[in-house]
């Protein structure tokens, strides 16, 4: 008896720990969602510093500062919001985990905006408004500050809501807006806004068909073979071969060209030498990993995981130097206007712009990617190892097109494009071998349309979410920016 207000001293104690330790998971628990804004806002702040640290004109600095914040965060929302698009099919597919997708599109979105995303940077910045219709470099400046955080908030809303929308189109909305609001109807160089509004609807187009074209060759050339494994032998080192073949091609005349100058030819040859020694490397390789696996699909998939981290990590390459434009192009023209005193002449890109967006990408890829990439790699249709190569090879090839040819085209639609190309190919054959066994087989039951329709491989319902999402981003990025250009012109004027 004598223990006892002993023992209900110490139950006491426990359980007065116990009700600390709860408080301290559940203070962890409120904090974790706060760990990834947290980093993001310290990158931003980080790219405050670098612009302070190495643009040297002082008067307008605070300005550049303020532009090298915003164009960080518009960098972070990209890789949040696009990299879906470059490792959604290669993580939907099981051939490629989280981290590894993370890891390999880091290095590889960094490499492509640094090494090849001059071009499209020069058309971002320059080639959808006149600033010759601006009559101070001020409101010059205002436009395409407006721009840059027009778009990256709406690639943020887009991103918190689930819309995998094209950053793209938010950019140059933004430019399109902010330069009437400025100058006027007048200030928008249409020639240039009509081709880069035919290039996104002939992009997700010729991406979707390239997808549906590879998909259609593998089902063809391996699928239905007797002898998959012996397919898969010959066509697999192929299909890497002609991946390889287009990196090489893209890489010799984008990559290289501060170094030295390579022709078109000579780019082609190159890729064709290195397509062809790939192919002959992954020839044994294949043969050596095929050895004693089944004749059935699910063996064949086994082997596409190679090429599929090889496209993907291509794309992710593309795709760096292409979207990067979407960070920097509008930052890169408010550092030339505040550096040279004008806006006229052709836009220099300095070294430390070039590192903010292609850190920044990388960053919101970290921290803010994986939710999208688990909506584009299997909300949208299911995808396996064959189909995810498709997608991922026919974006990549359509995208570095794109990049070659200077248009500001989204990677969104193309990817996108790609994996709707895949799901209506496969219902498209599925609908075709159901006619074919009905006609051999007349007395068969036949299934009724509503059933059909609910047998349907792509959901409609995102089909329909994603293309209204792709209408209203233009307008609701222009509308955004021209109200912020009005607010910024009229505190300081």
Known sequence: MADRPDSKHWNTLDKDLNKISQVEYATAYVARPLVAPGIALAFMVLAGLAAALFFQATPINLIVVVAAVIGAYMAINIGANDVANNMGPAVGANALTMGGAIII????????????????????????????????????????????????????????????????????????????????????????????????????????????????????????????????RKWVPILVGIMAGTFAAYLALKGFKKIIKIEMGAALLIGLGLGIATYLITRPLIHRQSEGLENRNKSVKVLFGLPLVFSAALLSFAHGA???????????????????????????????????????????????????????????????????????????????????????VSSTHIAVGGVFGVGFFREWHMERRRRNNNSAHPAKVTIAPEERRRRKLVRRSHFMTIVAAWVITVPAAALMSAVIFFILNSLTT
């Open 105 to 232: 599109a880091a290095i590889f979105e960094s490499a492509g905006a640094l090494l090849a995303g001059g071009d499209v940077v020069s058309t971002i910045s320059k080639g959808i408004i006149d600033p010759s219709g601006m009559t101070e470099i001020r409101t010059f400046v205002w436009a395409m500050m407006a721009a840059l955080l027009s778009a990256a908030l709406w690639v943020n809303l887009a991103t918190k809501v689930g819309a995998p929308v094209s950053t793209t189109h938010s950019v140059v909305g933004g430019v399109m807006g902010a330069g009437i609001a400025a100058a006027g109807m007048s200030a928008v160089n249409w020639p240039t806004m009509g081709a880069i509004a035919a290039s996104w609807v002939i992009s997700p187009v010729l991406g979707g068909a390239i997808a549906a074209a590879f998909l259609a060759l593998i089902k063809s050339r391996i699928i239905y073979q007797e002898d998959k494994i012996a397919a898969a």
């Open 322 to 408: 292409n979207d990067v434009a979407n960070a920097v192009g509008p930052l890169a023209a408010i550092v030339h206007a505040a550096e040279a005193g004008d806006f006229a002449s052709k836009v220099h890109i300095p070294m430390w712009v070039m590192v903010i967006g292609a850190f920044g990408i990388s960053f919101g890829l970290f921290l803010f990617g994986p939710k999208l990439i688990r909506m584009v790699g299997s909300q949208i249709t299911k995808l396996n190892p064959m189909r995810a190569y498709c997608v991922a090879l026919s974006a990549a090839i359509t995208v570095i097109v794109a990049s070659w040819l200077g248009l500001p």
